[in-house]
């Protein structure tokens, strides 16, 4: 994979966003769906885009490690 300086990368727990998904009733699917190079790349299918306070929850409690990659 080559990693350029302004790449990032957001690290989610599934356990993580299950948990937050089904506060709403939503049961999110994740597979893994590598796609060369991004051997570890994974999909999250069946969630709703709605209501806010699901993605607000999503963005705070699943999806909050962000690995940011500075070179040079």
Request: charged share 35%; proline share 6%.
């Amino acid at each position: 994979m080559d990693v350029k300086k302004s790449a990032a990368f957001a690290l989610g727990l599934v356990s993580e966003i299950k948990d937050e998904c089904e506060k709403f009733g939503v049961k999110p699917r994740v597979s893994h769906e590598p796609d060369a190079p991004l051997e570890s790349h994974v999909a999250v299918r069946r969630y709703r885009d709605e209501p806010l306070d699901l993605l607000e929850g999503l963005a705070k409690n699943a999806w909050s490690e962000l690995k940011l990659s500075f070179h040079g």
